[in-house]
């Protein structure tokens, strides 16, 4: 990869839907704080390169931000297989041992037909690699961004996941030529 690349990653609005819900990718977006999107579009790099997961939340934020990404699948949130549409505390109350297990090491547990937050980083990584020198903006998941953090800083996934990535958030990271540079985690724009 020849250049430098700078990469702006923005967690997508909040989901428009019932709190605790481990989300399907139809899930929308919810829009409403105007201010906030309006604060982190004044933030962006213009005419970069923009990039985001296919997942419905991340379009229509990117959208809502004046942009028109290329969607990346590699850039999705992790795929909690069979637990996807389902409330946290419903499948930890109905006793199943696997939802305890895959908690008590999330980073390399898979949920039942889905990934662990390693097959995650591999995935994230396979999607960075093509980005090319410049500006780029992604609009992606926490998990995206953590993942992203993890190949940057050269952590450990279990390391990884003690990021708190809120919605509307940039992270700011820089793929150099001696390596990668964190300029920003979790900033809050206002």
């Given at each position: 990869?020849?250049?430098?690349?700078?990469?702006?990653?923005?967690?997508?609005?909040?989901?428009?839907?019932?709190?605790?819900?481990?989300?399907?990718?139809?899930?929308?977006?919810?829009l409403?704080?105007?201010?906030?999107?309006?604060?982190?579009?004044?933030?962006?790099?213009?005419?970069?390169?923009?990039?985001?997961?296919?997942?419905r939340?991340?379009?229509?934020?990117?959208?809502?931000?004046?942009?028109?990404?290329?969607?990346?699948?590699?850039f999705?949130?992790?795929?909690?297989?069979?637990?996807?549409?389902r409330?946290?505390?419903?499948?930890?109350?109905?006793?199943?041992e696997?939802?305890?297990?895959?908690?008590?090491?999330?980073?390399r547990?898979?949920?039942?037909?889905?990934?662990?937050?390693?097959?995650?980083?591999?995935?994230?990584r396979?999607?960075?690699?093509?980005?090319?020198?410049?500006?780029?903006?992604?609009?992606?998941h926490?998990?995206?961004?953590?993942?992203?953090?993890?190949?940057?800083?050269?952590?450990?996934?279990?390391?990884?996941?003690?990021?708190?990535?809120?919605?509307?958030?940039?992270?700011?990271?820089?793929?150099?030529?001696?390596?990668?540079?964190?300029?920003?985690?979790n900033?809050?724009?206002?």
């Open positions: 990869m020849e250049g430098e690349t700078f990469l702006w990653l923005i967690r997508h609005a909040p989901v428009d839907g019932v709190a605790g819900t481990v989300h399907a990718n139809d899930a929308p977006a919810d409403g704080d105007r201010a906030q999107l309006e604060a982190l579009r004044q933030r962006l790099p213009r005419d970069a390169a923009s990039y985001a997961s296919p997942a939340r991340t379009v229509e934020t990117a959208r809502a931000l004046g942009l028109e990404p290329e969607l990346m699948p590699e999705g949130e992790q795929d909690f297989g069979d637990w996807t549409g409330r946290h505390d419903a499948l930890a109350a109905s006793g199943a696997t939802y305890a297990q895959f908690w008590s090491d999330p980073a547990r898979r949920p039942p037909g889905g990934e662990s937050f390693e097959d995650q980083v591999a995935r994230v396979r999607g960075l690699t093509p980005i090319g020198a410049g500006p780029a903006t992604l609009v992606v926490s998990g995206t961004i953590r993942a992203a953090l993890c190949i940057a800083l050269g952590l450990t996934p279990q390391a990884a996941l003690r990021f708190v990535i809120d919605p509307l958030s940039l992270t700011r990271i820089d793929r150099l030529a001696a390596g990668w540079r964190v300029v920003s985690v900033q809050q724009v206002s």
